[in-house]
């Protein structure tokens, strides 16, 4: 391959030098807003953003959320996956409408999902329809919490399930088919072939929708507004209320920060117990 | 039980899984197009299921009384303006990465992967202070400069993989016969890989579209979509707006999204597959 040393660096340089901007400096800014006090260091921010009345509940909320919805989704894809990677007659269609919610945004699903289950919505409509309430169930409002967080793992389980969906797929379509040959040659079955080969293999691709799919769930916020407004509360939607309501930056970067961290402890985890084995040795 | 019989049941199962899933994903669209449409008599009716009677009644309101329509000029302006900086600077980085072998080359690619697991929420809200130093809060370049932050590591590894995926030889023989490299890249290499080019610019709207949380907290008059539409419907201790409005907001919200799918499905899968790597 031809080599000219100043080439490619010049070519990365704008994307990194804005990057650098972009991404470094709010970082750097996010801490100085966080754990400075008139120019010194101080803890008084943090200590007011975790006496907050809210910020326990959202810390909870937000880890909960994660920890319904993800395993869930990677449950869902992965049967979904290997469902589709067969082929059969309607499998187009089947993957397309899969990918369809891939570009549905939180505050949209947020809005549909209301439609299908608000007082007047489909759902009551059926069942007072079908005779099996008299009136609407409730599934909206502060005395319904529980409910509400069910509708927005609903909810976010319908919306956020393909990104999960079309990784493994993409994942389990990289497998090279002679693994699986071989493996059928010495009698292996299906459920054998799937044990050792085909999930071991789709460990790669496993730990990135992981990563992916944690990642925004630590950052839930406009699905949350939307269906529960505040009556669950969660870390970005608290820091979004610091921000705009309270004007105060300080603790919002607190709560900024505490998803960055969780986000990135997670990740670390993901990587460190889901190390990848290669089977193959490729370009990767 | 036969070989006949289980073959057969095993097509059946087969499809009733096929419809399932079409139905699961598809059901609540049509149901929130089909109620933003509904008159009010026809929603508030226990007994009609599927309304009768139709209305643009609301989506008109939503659009042109509540500034929807200002929201979608925005966020189409926001959205074009991310993929114009995110390409013009994304282009030739995924280019160096495709096609030279450099000192640190490894290590530049993590860095950007990692940053694309960057949490968003972190960075705007310093950008609030710095905007305001800047005169760029409540501005669309504003949002778009921080939408560009979060789709640029996305443009350089997809554009990396979509000129790693035209072939080197092409590019090579153009050399030979005297064109330049940025001529022979001009001529040979971006035509090529224009489809997948197209495909990711399409991908970068959407993410651009789809964002609310930034674009909520760096505008205040001039707000996207997503930021306007949070606002008219969580606003004012959530839920102000009638349901109606809420539906009728949802089909203005996804429907250029389903137009996109509709364009790129061929693309979407691979796009991810060659990414993820």
Partial sequence: MERRDFLPYLLLLPAILYLLGFIGYPLIQAFYLAFTKDGALSLETFRRAISDYYFWDALKNTLLFGAVIVPIQLALAVLLALFMNRTFKGRDLGIYALIIPLTISDVAAGLIWFSMLSPYGFVNKILINLGITDAPIYFFGYQFRAREFFVIVLAEIWRATSIVFVIILAGLQMISKEYIEAAEVFGAGYWTRLRHIVLPMLKPSIQSALIIRTLFAMQIFGIVLILAGRDIPVLAAEGFRQMVDLKDPGVASIYALIIAAISLVLAGLYVKFLKAEYLEVGER | ?277
């Avoid at chain 2, 399932?20 to 598809?26: D, Q």
């Avoid at chain 2, 310093?126 to 939408?147: E, F, S």
């Fill in chain 2, 1 to 277: 039980m036969n070989d006949e019989t289980r073959y057969l049941l095993k097509r059946i199962a087969t499809y009733a899984v096929v419809f399932t899933i079409v139905l699961w994903i598809l059901l609540p669209l049509v149901i929130a197009f089909l109620y933003g449409f509904t008159t009010a008599e026809d929603y508030y009716n226990p007994t009609k299921i599927i309304p009768t009677n139709f209305t643009t009644k609301y989506i008109e309101t939503i659009l042109f009384t509540l500034g929807a329509w200002n929201g979608i000029k925005n966020s189409i302006i926001v959205a074009l303006m991310t993929i114009g900086i995110s390409f013009l600077l994304g282009i030739p980085a995924g280019y160096a990465m495709a096609r030279f072998i450099f000192p640190g080359k490894d290590t530049i690619k993590l860095s950007i992967v990692g940053i694309r697991m960057f949490p968003v929420i972190v960075m705007a809200i310093p950008l609030v202070v710095l905007y305001i130093n800047l005169r760029l809060i409540d501005t669309l370049l504003g949002v778009a400069l921080a939408h560009t932050a979060m789709a640029l590591p996305f443009v350089i590894l997809i554009t990396s993989s979509i000129f790693a995926g035209v072939s080197k030889e092409l590019e090579e023989a153009a050399l030979v016969f005297g064109l330049t490299r940025f001529g022979s890249f001009r001529k040979i290499t971006l035509p090529l890989a224009l489809p997948g080019l197209a495909a990711a610019a399409m991908f970068t709207f959407v993410m651009s579209w789809n964002e609310v949380f930034m674009a909520s907290i760096l505008t205040l008059n001039n707000r996207t979509l997503p930021a306007l539409i949070l606002s008219i419907v969580a606003g004012a201790g959530g839920g102000a707006a009638p349901d109606y409005y809420k539906f009728a907001a949802a089909f203005i919200m996804t429907l250029p999204a389903m137009v996109f799918v509709f364009f790129t499905r061929k693309y979407l899968v691979t796009m991810w597959g060659i990414t993820l790597k």
